[in-house]
Structure formats: C-alpha cells, structure tokens
C-alpha cells in the first residue's frame, strides 16, 4: 500500500516547476514523450519585542468598511488585493493595515495549531519583486510582532522556496509566507500560507482573514499605526539552490561527470523579470549547462516585457525564437513566483499546460506503471486518453493545486497509488 504525507507531496510540488526541465531534456523528451493530441548558515533568530519597536508609518483607513473589506482579500486559498493605484475601475484594497492583520491572525493560528514546543513560533516570508512587496513586507513583520512570532526575511525568493524553508534544516521554519500575485499585473499583490503540512485550505483561509477582520475592526483608532521591527535576514535561496542541485545531480546520476550531468546542454530561461533569474546562475550554470540566450533575468517588479505567465502568448513566442536563434536545446518560462513553468523543445514546440502534465506522466507511468495522475477539472480528454493509453489512471478533481494534492494525500491513503499531482 502506498502511504506519504502532504509534506511529501508538497516538496514534490516545490520541485517539479523548478526542476521539470531537467526532465523535459531532449533525451528524456525523446525517450519518454510521445505524440499528445490536446483536446546554515546557523541561524541565530532575533526575538522581536513590541517594546523596542518605533511608530514609522501611519495608515488611514475607515473602520465603517472594516470587516468585509478584509474577508473579500480571500481568493480560495490566498490573499490577493490591489496594492497600488493605476487599475481604472479598481481601489486599493490590499493596504499595509489589512496585511498587517491578516499577518497577525496568521501568526496566532500558526502558533495554537503548529505549536513546535518550545513556545517560540518563527515565520519565514519572501516575495516576488512587486514594487509594493518593500512596503507590505514591514506590515507583516508588524503583524507577526504583535502575535509575538519571529521573522525571518528571506527577500527575493519563489513560493516552493517558501514552502521547503518550514522543511530544509537548518532552518525548518513553522511555518511562511510568500508575498506576491503570480502572473497578475504590477498593481496587484498578495500572500501565500505555508506551514509544514504544506499550503493552508481554504477554510484555514477563511478563519485567518475572519479573525483578521475582527482585529481590523476592533482597533482603538482609525489608523493602523505599523511598529518598525527587525527581522532576521537569511540567504536561504543559497541553501535551497543547493538543494535542486542535489536533486537534479541525484534522478540525473550521470556516469561520467555526476556534478556537472548538464554539461553539454544549452538551456534557455526566461524568467519574465521575476523571481525565477537564480535559476540560471545558481542551479543550471553549476550544473554545467550554457545559459546564453536567457531572457529577461533580473527582476523587475513593473514586468516590462510581457506577463509573466507560462501561458501567455508573448510569454511563449519570444522563448521559442530565443530557443531556435541559440540553436538551445530547450528553453523554460517561468511565472512571477515560479511555481509554474512552461517548456520550448530543441525545435520551438512549446510543451506547457496539458502537453508538459503529459510528458511528466509519461516519465512517471515508466518508474510507477499503473499509477494515478491526478489534476484538476480544466485539463482535457486528450490528456484523459494520453495516460489511459500508458496504463495509467487519470482522476479529474477540483481546480486548485491544494485541492489536487489534497486528493492525491487522499488516494495513497486508501492504497491507491499516486506520484503526480
């Protein structure tokens, strides 16, 4: 019987974007793809105490549109709001006060129901580089101080980042935060909740933002006074590029030159002036890939080049002449936040959404023949068919990535073997 924990599966999650195109080598994509018709550093933690914090940013906000203004941040299992002025049609609602809150509310639902022992719970938060992130950044330091949580900044730094520092020692935070809004445009922002047991519900959600609409409505005054608090800063994306490495080197494990199992590959990023540039220097350059051609690298929180999503049409079209202008073997389009990627082939066919599940399917129903793939409802019959062909199972579930883990956590449980969700 198969059995696994949601940790498992959500630092299977915290990979697979960030290393799938090791997988998606033209080798691997020969051997395995087949046609797809779509229909310590040692951490010294400082204790952060209200008394030595000074007011340094005074927010106004009316208390009469208070609680609904809070519950409505909700977006299944984030928060998303506006946090600059530029949308027409659209407010600021997504304002330092209501970070603020909502950061504390998470503190204190962190703390009564991941209680680590020792009474201290730490909280790790990074973001993507929204020019908004500097300044709700300080709002939830702010917040976890008033629930008397420890910070740590991690800055710059992806969501399966966020994820994986509640596991990797030594840092093995209680649980993170991740600040952005994914593909969204620069105005908007959000936050992304992780504990050990991977990313919060939507009911957790639920009971985070409804605590943290009491608080906001329930100050004194009618301004949030933000206190000015000093997090630890760690370089854990240091210690998380490292740990790709390991992996790659590992599922790789080439015979000749195990450190360097990329050597000879010319691999093309674009990052969309998000989070995702370390990629290219950190892990794949180490790995002995070439690199040149890479696009748009150096986070830029305005995203002047196109969205930074995958699945946009710019997004793919100026990958795919990168690829085929450097003669690149492969080219990979990460989202803001990386924890979504499309691939470009050796020849510019773009493999993302339902065609990138299949060729991970593929690779997975060779190591775990008659496994289950589970993914949610928008995927097509196409897809359906590509893995039913290959002995697989394919279980259709509730759009979400935390529903479809969720589900597969469900399907080991009952002996029902699942590796790709």
């Known amino acids: 019987m198969a059995s696994t924990s949601t940790s498992s599966f959500m630092a299977s999650k915290a990979v697979i974007s960030e290393t799938a195109l090791f997988l998606c080598s033209p080798g691997i994509i020969k051997r395995s ?77 962190v703390a009564s129901t991941e209680s680590n022992g020792n009474g201290v719970t730490r909280v790790s938060l990074g973001r993507d580089p929204r020019v908004s992130g500097g300044k709700l950044s300080t709002a939830v330091f702010a917040g976890l101080a008033r629930a008397g949580c420890l910070g740590f900044d991690m800055g710059l730094a992806t969501t399966p980042a966020c994820f994986m520092s509640t596991l990797l020692s030594p840092f093995e935070y209680d649980a993170s935060i991740m600040m952005t809004a994914s593909h969204l445009p620069y105005t908007r922002n959000g936050l992304k909740f992780f504990t050990k047991r991977g990313g919060l519900t939507s009911p957790e959600v639920e009971k985070i933002c409804d605590l943290a609409a009491r608080k906001y409505a329930n100050r004194q005054t009618k301004v949030s006074t933000l206190i000015r608090t000093r997090p630890e800063q760690v370089d854990f994306m240091s210690a998380y590029s490292k740990h790709l490495r390991e992996i790659i080197k590992e599922r790789i494990n080439h015979p000749e030159h195990y450190d360097t199992p990329l050597k000879g590959f010319q691999i093309v990023v674009n990052a969309g002036n998000g989070s995702g540039g370390f990629f290219t220097w950190d892990v794949l350059d180490k790995l002995g890939a070439d690199t040149f051609g890479s696009l748009y690298l150096n986070p830029d929180g305005m995203f002047p080049n196109h969205i930074p999503n995958p699945e946009d049409k710019t997004a793919m079209s100026r990958t795919r002449a990168a690829v085929l202008e450097n003669s690149a073997d492969l080219g990979v389009v990460f989202d803001t936040d990386v924890d979504r990627s499309g691939v470009v082939d050796n020849r510019g066919n773009p493999i993302n959404g339902d065609k990138l599940i299949a060729l991970m399917s593929a690779i997975v129903l060779k190591e775990h023949p008659g496994s289950t793939i589970v993914t949610d409802a928008r995927t097509s019959m196409g897809l359906t068919r590509f893995i039913t062909e290959r002995g697989g199972r394919h279980c259709l579930y509730r759009v979400g990535y935390r529903n479809v883990i969720d589900k597969g956590v469900e399907l080991n449980r009952e002996g029902i073997e699942t590796h790709l969700m």
């Open 33 to 109: 793809f087949l046609t797809f018709t779509p229909a310590s550093p040692s951490i010294k933690p400082l204790r952060i105490r209200s008394s030595n914090a000074t007011k340094f940013d005074e927010v106004t906000n009316s208390i009469d549109e208070d609680m609904d203004q809070i519950r409505r941040l909700q977006n299944g299992s984030d928060v998303r709001g506006v946090a600059l002025e530029g949308e027409k049609g659209r407010t600021v609602d997504l304002t330092p006060a209501a970070v603020e809150a909502i950061a504390e509310s998470f503190g204190e639902w």
